[in-house]
């Protein structure tokens, strides 16, 4: 098949990166979960409605570059490129072995599909959610 690896490892390889390339990352396996999140702390940090990410362990991601953080809340510190300020990743403080990586920012953000929402709570009114994925108040539990 041409060029293309057929290695199983790397099919589940993918990149990503910051809009202006200063920042790139690779993510291997499959992500823990994959949310929609609608709380105003990520409206706020993305400049969007929600924030779409994928969690994966830590040791599952690679850096190359050298993003800037924010704590953004109490137990949340966000990470973006300090030259053209994509949002790139996300982590909890009360959960320091794993890592949400922005959907938008992968190199196909078709990569992996939400399978629920959150903070549907905070959802902005103009949202119409259609997906018939879970919705949840808040944060399950």
């Given at each position: ?27 291997t ?21 929600f ?22 809340s ?19 403080i ?23 929402h ?11 959610l ?9 944060m399950?539990?």
């Amino acid at each position: 098949m041409g060029d293309r690896p057929t290695n199983e490892t790397t099919s589940l390889r993918r990149s990503g990166g910051c809009l202006c390339g200063a920042v790139r990352y690779t993510v291997t396996g499959e992500p823990i979960n994959v949310r929609i999140c609608h709380c105003h702390r990520c409206q706020k940090a993305t400049g969007s409605a929600f924030f779409a990410r994928a969690l994966f362990a830590k040791g599952a991601v690679t850096i190359e570059g050298s993003p800037a953080e924010i704590r953004s809340s109490a137990d949340l510190m966000r990470r973006f490129c300090p030259q053209c300020g994509s949002h790139l990743f996300s982590e909890r403080i009360s959960n320091p072995h794993a890592l949400a990586v922005t959907l938008g920012s992968l190199d196909d953000p078709d990569s992996f599909a939400p399978t629920e929402h959150i903070w549907t709570s905070r959802k902005v009114a103009w949202l119409v959610l259609a997906d018939n994925l879970p919705q949840h108040p808040e944060m399950p539990s």
